[in-house]
């Protein structure tokens, strides 16, 4: 799976369709579904995007803790309970259910924002006050990145 990157602003129609940002279909391109699974955000007014190989990854982590614990039960609960899996139509756009457009305040214009293996999908003046925001905790924790990795 490629990954997400850069921001894109597309227009939502009457219907509530919004096209996928061609780069970021191409990130999902190869994968068993044509689509994204979407589900709203359980830190911010936003959707949390992703393909479905992560979706995948996801259920596989989960599956390393407890089966029947509290904390096991709670994060499928949210995380599996709450995605909606979305297909692409002809023109690479999705339909997004109304329950997740009241979430994240979309009515117009999607923010869609790359953050890797995930992306997010904003109201763009929410996108812009979280972007400062994310800014500002760089600048005041002096953060970087981890070193190591792979090569």
């Not at 602003?9 to 579904?33: T, Y």
């Not at 400062?132 to 070193?147: D, F, H, M």
């Amino acid at each position: 799976m490629g990954l997400f990157l850069s921001t894109a602003v597309n227009k939502i129609d009457r219907k509530g369709r919004v096209s996928i940002p061609s780069h970021f279909r191409a990130a999902l391109s190869g994968q068993s579904f044509q689509g994204v699974v979407l589900f709203p955000s359980h830190h911010y007014a936003c959707l949390e995007g992703f393909g479905w190989d992560y979706i995948e990854e996801i259920s596989q982590r989960l599956d390393t803790m407890d089966f029947f614990s509290n904390e096991q039960d709670d994060l499928a609960t949210t995380i599996f309970g709450e995605s909606v899996q979305l297909s692409f139509d002809n023109e690479g756009r999705i339909l997004l259910p109304q329950g997740l457009r009241e979430h994240a305040a979309l009515d117009g214009d999607a923010v869609f924002v790359g953050l890797g293996r995930k992306f997010q999908v904003w109201e763009p003046a929410a996108f812009e006050q979280r972007k400062a925001e994310s800014r500002q905790g760089i600048k005041s924790k002096a953060l970087t990145l981890p070193k190591g990795g792979v090569v």
